[in-house]
C-alpha cells in the first residue's frame, strides 16, 4: 500500500510532485527564487544609498582625476590638428591657422567651460605664469582675419615662439591625462615633455601626506593611552557607576563639532585658560606664554578630545566581557600584577584595542574642520588641501587627484592592517 501511494504522488517522468501536482524540484526552485527576490527587495534601499552616496562618487571622483576636457573644449579643431605634430621647431602653419581660429570662435563663445579663461587656467596649471598671455592674445586675435597666422601670433607676443608652450599646448588638449597625478605627486613636465621633480616652492603636497600619516599615527597612540585605563576603569566599576561615568565619555557626542573646535580656540590661545593656569602656577612668565593655538600641537589636542570616545567605547565593549576572576588566578600562581596584565588581560583586550585603532586612525586622517579651524598654516591635513581645490581654486581635477592617492594609501593601510592584525579580530562591541 506504501508503495503504491508513493508511485501516485509522481509523474511519468518519475519527479516528486507536491500537494498541487508541481514537480517537487520545480516547486523548490520557484520558492527560492522568491525567497531571493524577497531578500533583494528588503536590501534595495541600502544598495541604492551606497551607490548613490559612495559607488557613484568614487567613480565621478576617479573619472575626474585623469580627464579634464577645457582644451579640447575650447580648442576643438587645433586639438585634432596639434596630435601630429612631431614636437620639432614650431607646428605646421595649418596648426597655427587652426588654434586662431579656435581662439576667435572661443572669444565669442559663452558657454560655460569652452572660452579662452577656461583654456588659460588649463594652461596655467602647468606652465604658471601664461594665464595673461592667454586673455591678452584672444583680444588682440579678433582683429586678424587672414595669415600667415604663424607671424601674426608671435608679433602679438613673442612668448608664441616658444616650442615648449606648444608642447605643452599639445599635452592640455587631450582629455585624458596623468598631469593631474603628477602634480599631486610634486612632479611636473619640462619644457621638453620630460617628468622632473617641480620646482621646491610647489613641493608641498608629498610633504603634506607625510604629515597626515604621522599626525594621525600621534592621535591614534594618544587616544590609546588615554583610553585605555578610562576603559579599564569603566569595566571594573560597579554598573551604576560606570553608567554615570559612560554619560561622560558620550556627552561630546551631544555637542556639536563645531562648538567643540571653538571651544579649544578659547582655552589654547594665548590669553585663552591653559595659558592662563601655567602662569599661576608659574611655570611661564606672563611675557612667555605659549602658543598652542593655530599649529600641529592644537591640531593634536583638539583632535584627541574630540576623537577619544571612539577608542574608549571599542575597548570598554570587550573589556567588560573579560571575568576578574582571571587576573586573580594568575596572580594567585605567582604572577607579578605587570605579568598578569601582559600574558592575561591585555592579549584579551587587543580585539577592541585593533577596533579603535582603525577607527581612530581612519578618521583623523579625513578630518577636515577640525585642523581647518585650529591647526593653522602648520596644523593643515591633506583633506584641507583638497578641500581648498575644490572650493576655492576649482581645480577639481587636482582636488580629486589627491582624493584618489588619499583613498588608495587608506586601503594600502588597511591591507597591511589585516594582514598585521586580522579584520576577523576586530571587536567594536
Not at 587645433?78 to 576667435?104: C, H, N, R, Y
Not at 592674445?137 to 608664441?160: F, M, N
Not at 606648444?166 to 591625462?177: E, N, S
Amino acid at each position: 500500500m506504501t508503495d503504491v501511494a508513493f508511485k501516485d504522488q509522481m509523474n511519468e517522468a518519475g519527479e516528486l510532485l507536491t500537494a498541487d501536482g508541481v514537480p517537487l524540484k520545480q516547486k523548490l526552485a520557484i520558492t527560492t527564487r522568491r525567497a531571493r527576490m524577497r531578500a533583494l527587495l528588503l536590501t534595495a534601499p541600502l544598495i541604492i544609498f551606497l551607490v548613490v552616496s559612495f559607488v557613484i562618487p568614487i567613480g565621478q571622483m576617479l573619472f575626474r582625476s585623469v580627464y579634464n576636457a577645457a582644451g579640447s573644449n575650447v580648442l576643438p579643431n587645433f586639438a585634432v590638428s596639434i596630435q601630429d605634430w612631431d614636437e620639432q621647431g614650431l607646428p605646421t602653419e595649418q596648426m597655427f591657422e587652426d588654434f586662431v581660429k579656435d581662439m576667435q570662435l572661443a572669444r565669442k563663445n559663452r558657454i560655460t567651460g569652452k572660452t579662452v579663461g577656461n583654456l588659460a587656467t588649463r594652461v596655467n596649471y602647468e606652465i604658471p605664469g601664461t594665464r595673461s598671455l592667454f586673455t591678452k592674445s584672444s583680444r588682440k586675435l579678433s582683429k586678424v582675419t587672414e595669415g600667415p597666422y604663424k607671424e601674426a601670433l608671435i608679433k602679438i607676443d613673442k612668448k608664441w615662439n616658444d616650442p615648449g608652450l606648444w608642447i605643452a599646448l599639445k599635452r592640455v588638449t587631450k582629455d585624458i591625462t596623468p598631469y593631474f597625478y603628477l602634480a599631486a605627486l610634486d612632479y611636473k613636465y619640462d619644457e621638453k615633455g620630460d617628468i622632473v621633480a617641480a620646482d621646491e616652492l610647489y613641493q608641498i603636497y608629498v610633504s603634506n601626506f607625510w604629515k597626515t600619516l604621522r599626525l594621525s599615527a600621534t592621535i591614534t597612540f594618544i587616544t590609546i593611552l588615554l583610553a585605555y585605563p578610562v576603559s579599564y576603569l569603566l569595566s571594573t566599576l560597579p554598573l551604576r557607576t560606570s553608567n554615570m561615568l559612560m554619560i561622560l565619555v558620550l556627552l561630546p557626542f551631544w555637542t556639536s563639532l563645531l562648538v567643540r573646535t571653538t571651544a579649544w580656540i578659547a582655552i589654547l590661545q594665548t590669553e585663552g585658560m591653559a595659558n592662563d593656569i601655567l602662569v599661576f602656577i608659574g611655570i611661564i612668565g606672563d611675557d612667555n606664554r605659549v602658543q598652542m593655538i593655530y599649529n600641529q600641537t592644537g591640531t593634536i589636542i583638539a583632535m584627541v578630545h574630540i576623537l577619544l570616545p571612539f577608542m574608549i567605547l571599542p575597548l570598554f565593549s570587550v573589556m567588560k566581557t573579560i571575568p576578574p576572576s582571571y587576573m586573580r588566578a594568575a596572580r594567585s600562581m605567582g604572577a607579578t600584577p605587570f605579568t598578569a596584565f601582559r600574558r592575561i588581560y591585555l592579549p584579551q583586550t587587543l580585539p577592541g584595542l585593533a577596533a579603535g585603532t582603525l577607527l581612530v586612525f581612519i578618521l583623523a586622517i579625513g578630518f577636515y574642520i577640525t585642523p581647518a579651524l585650529v591647526g593653522g598654516e602648520d596644523g593643515l591635513l591633506i583633506s584641507n588641501l583638497i578641500a581648498y581645490h575644490i572650493q576655492k581654486s576649482l581645480n577639481w581635477s587636482l582636488g580629486a587627484a589627491l582624493g584618489t592617492i588619499l583613498l588608495i594609501i587608506v586601503l594600502v593601510l588597511y591591507w597591511l592592517y589585516n594582514k598585521l592584525v586580522g579584520i576577523d579580530k576586530l571587536s567594536f562591541g
